[in-house]
């Protein structure tokens, strides 16, 4: 349930089985820290959102991954993804400029930074928004696994936007 999800905010977690569809209403969520095995039992989370300053894992259901890790059957519907930069900082930790690693907040619906081995099947995100700078993407935002697989996925009616207004002129060019 939405209560049990609330529970665990911010913690990391080996396994996670849902048994119903969750609504979280648009109250912001404070992503899980990892978890190793998620199933979603084919149900969907509704109305996820998500909105934090770049910490180095940032924003999405779960913060990142490590190790051998699946996620599986679910589904987000109606998911507000955001992660900024501390605009009080004038020259961010993760750098000030836009070349390649510099400039990150990561940002996607499942996850937002992945490492390790990385599996994510049957996951689907629809009718949503991703905002982050750099390394952003529907599921899963920066990629780092050294073996990453990924099937019978999508992402449907989605905005994914590459920009950070709380530091004027901070974003990535899209790269050819």
Known sequence: SAYDLAYHQGKSLSALTFKQSVDFGHHLFTP????????????????????????????AFIQSTSGTTVHKNLAFEGADIKCYHDATIPNPAYGDTNDGNSGNAFAGTLVARASGTYTVENVHAKSGSVYGVCKIGGLVGANFANNFTMTNSSVDGYSVSNYDPLVPNYYCVPQT
């Open 32 to 59: 899980l820290k990892s978890v190793a095995t998620l199933d979603g039992g084919g149900f969907t989370l509704y109305n996820l959102a998500v909105n934090t300053i770049f910490d180095g894992q940032g924003s």
